[in-house]
């Protein structure tokens, strides 16, 4: 059970880990990749876990097992109030990504034993201070935070990491938001005369597809392993998300209409859109726009989920996808945490800190701001190419 604030007795012998998420650090990407390097702590180390962070982490871990408590950091990292509730655990090891200076000291300040952190001239021969040198700018944010993990007893770590089953983290919606999202989808596929959806009864063997293009096995996969259909006619849903908040390289939304429009066309595919408060009015009138434009209707060729519910409605929607096509590293995360194959649309940068374990990248070379409408064609023909290439034949 994931408590919002800590307790301050510890009555168990075992050691006590913190996990210290970097300050004023909410995304969703960061957050998501997290949930792997804790349940690695956990299973690993068989430690006392305790999560200091803020509320998209807190959100995301309800319904997992493997943090012991959880502590909801108040204003700036570095004030009185979060040391207090630090020091409450005298805890064995505290682990942070954040390693600027003025965090650095306010580790030390804490009675944490070991303090690991990412390597600066700051900590590195530091009295307390287990530092990471981290040699490849290639490191994935994900591998990062695992070799924080490692630095507890590298010996141990590397004895038992290939035992973790990472399908434990994944984000657990719960049953009602699984069902309601199944609900929603069943209606929607009576529009396109379809009737045969069964999400679940997949699951097993995309998480399998997924699990085999990650350790780059080539064994034969069941033809319709990403297929959400009973039938012998396969019924892809395609999730596309057009929509992102940091991400420099991306596409324009009439774009992303265009590429939703191409992904109609494919056989047995139907395009899914998740949108929210935000993004749903601006979602309706490009649609709007595009119509007028191509002499088309193109809603009726999509779906469009109006996601009122938070993080875990949008985890149950993407689950149920054969695959996602996103410029957004957050809607990415998400998805492989959940074993949906995904297609990432960004910079060669961004395949780097925030690579996805997929690695199916289409690279957008021009920041928005001066993207042409030639690089965003495109873009566009290489990912149909490259779901093309994804899809059972």
């Not at 993407?318 to 959940?338: D, F, K, P, Q, R």
């Not at 961004?350 to 690695?359: A, I, P, Y």
Request: aromatic fraction near 6%; hydrophobic fraction near 40%; glycine fraction near 2%.
């Amino acid at each position: 059970m994931i408590h919002k604030h800590l307790s301050h007795t510890n009555n168990t012998n075992k050691p006590t880990i913190i996990f210290l998420h970097a300050d004023n650090v909410n995304g969703l990407g960061d957050n998501v990749i997290a949930l792997d390097s804790l349940l690695a702590l956990k299973r690993i180390y068989q430690a006392r876990l305790v999560v200091f962070a803020r509320e998209t982490l807190q959100e995301l871990l309800e319904g997992l097992d493997f943090v012991d408590e959880f502590s909801l950091l108040e204003g700036e990292l570095t004030t009185a109030v979060n040391r207090e509730k630090i020091n409450a655990y005298n805890a064995t090891y505290l682990l942070s990504l954040s390693c600027k200076t003025r965090v650095l000291r306010f580790f030390a300040s804490t009675n944490a034993a070991i303090i690991i952190t990412r390597a600066k001239l700051a900590n590195i021969l530091r009295k307390r201070f287990r530092p990471v040198l981290l040699l490849n700018p290639s490191t994935t944010h994900r591998q990062t935070l695992l070799l924080l993990a490692r630095n507890i007893d590298k010996t141990h770590f590397d004895k038992h990491i290939g035992s973790i089953d990472f399908l434990e983290s994944r984000v657990k919606s719960s049953d009602k938001q699984k069902q309601e999202i199944a609900r929603f989808l069943a209606t929607e596929l009576t529009r396109f005369s379809r009737s045969d959806f069964n999400g679940n009864a997949t699951l097993k063997s995309k998480i399998a597809f997924t699990k085999a293009h990650r350790a780059n096995q080539t064994s034969k996969q069941d033809p319709l392993a990403l297929s959400l259909s009973n039938s012998q006619n396969p019924l892809y849903l395609i999730c596309i998300n057009p929509f992102t908040i940091a991400a420099t390289h991306t596409l324009h939304l009439e774009s992303y209409l265009t590429l939703i429009d191409k992904v109609a066309s494919l056989p047995n595919c139907i395009p899914c859109i998740c949108t929210y408060s935000k993004t749903h009015a601006l979602l309706q009138e490009a649609l709007q726009d595009y119509n007028t434009k191509h002499s088309c209707t193109l809603q009726d060729r999509c779906i469009i989920y109006r996601n009122q519910g938070g993080l875990h409605n949008l985890a149950a929607f993407l689950e149920t996808m054969s695959c996602i096509i996103t410029g957004s590293t957050g809607a990415l995360h998400l998805a492989e945490n959940l074993f949906t194959p995904s297609i990432a649309l960004v910079s060669h940068t961004d395949t780097k800190r925030w690579g996805s374990q997929d690695k199916r990248y289409i690279i957008i070379q021009e920041p928005l701001s001066r993207i042409s409408k030639e690089l965003e064609s495109s873009v566009i023909d290489s990912s149909i190419a490259k779901l093309q290439e994804l899809l059972p034949r």
